[in-house]
């Protein structure tokens, strides 16, 4: 699976967009792109995912640059409970080993 | 059930003690992983199931940790002789199992593992 980079830390001010950047420079052509949050103390929740055109669902959009190589999460009105570490994960098209970085530590400012 | 189940949530052990750690997937999924969370750290990959075989063991960190899967379903992690090191939590995570577009995981809560 293909690394990703992700910053460790970001800060947002509630009510406004949140957006979480992703590097995924040597991804390939059949790997997907997952994203996920950690709340403390709970399992990891799945966000949203692509392949190479961008998507939306009821938390989030996600914004893949047409190389691939980077992403991006939006949560479009981040509120204090969107403060989370938010994961940025590659899987290829067969099921397999999913790796998970260090992350990005999101914190929602009131 | 609704969920992954773990179990149990918490457990405390002794240095060289053998315990065992349980995960109960969703029904009909196919797909299992393990993976190990020490404090404030990011998820270290363990071992991936599909069905009842194990194609990708290469994140088990020795010998002495080694897992099953029984009848698709139910696997269990055990640890054996553990180490202080050993103390983290455990998570569980299952899917479909059919790659790509459907890898979506569900994780568990964890189970908090604490060798004294």
């Known amino acids: 699976d293909a690394k990703t980079t992700q910053p460790p830390s970001m800060d947002c001010a509630e009510g406004r967009a949140a957006n979480l950047p992703c590097n995924h420079s040597t991804i390939s052509g059949n790997e997907y792109v997952y994203w996920y949050r950690q709340i403390h103390s709970q399992g990891p929740q799945y966000i949203i995912h692509g392949l190479k055109n961008n998507e939306t669902n009821e938390m989030a959009s996600l914004i893949i640059t047409e190389d691939r190589k980077s992403s991006t999460l939006i949560l479009p009105h981040a509120t204090l409970r969107d403060t989370a570490v938010y994961y940025c994960?590659?899987?290829?098209?067969?099921?397999?080993?999913?790796?998970f970085g260090d992350g990005t530590t999101l914190t929602v400012k009131p | 059930g609704a969920g992954v189940s773990q179990s149990p949530s918490n457990k405390v052990t002794e240095k060289g003690k053998d315990v065992e750690l349980r995960c109960d997937p969703i029904?009909?999924?196919?797909?299992l992983y393990w993976y190990r969370q020490s404090l404030g750290q990011g998820l270290e990959f363990l071992i991936y199931?599909?069905?009842?075989?194990?194609?990708?063991k290469s994140g088990l960190p020795s010998d002495r940790f080694s897992a099953e899967r029984t009848g698709g379903s139910v696997s269990t992690l055990t640890i054996q002789r553990t180490q202080q090191e050993d103390s983290a939590v455990y998570l569980c995570?299952?899917?479909?199992?059919?790659?790509?577009?459907?890898?979506?995981?569900?994780f568990g809560s964890g189970t908090q593992l604490s060798v004294l």
């Open positions: 994960i590659v899987i290829n098209t067969n099921a397999g080993k999913s790796t």
């Open positions: 995570a299952s899917s479909l199992g059919a790659g790509g577009a459907s890898e979506k995981l569900f």
């Open positions: 199931f599909q069905g009842n075989s194990a194609p990708d």
């Open positions: 029904s009909g999924h196919t797909a």
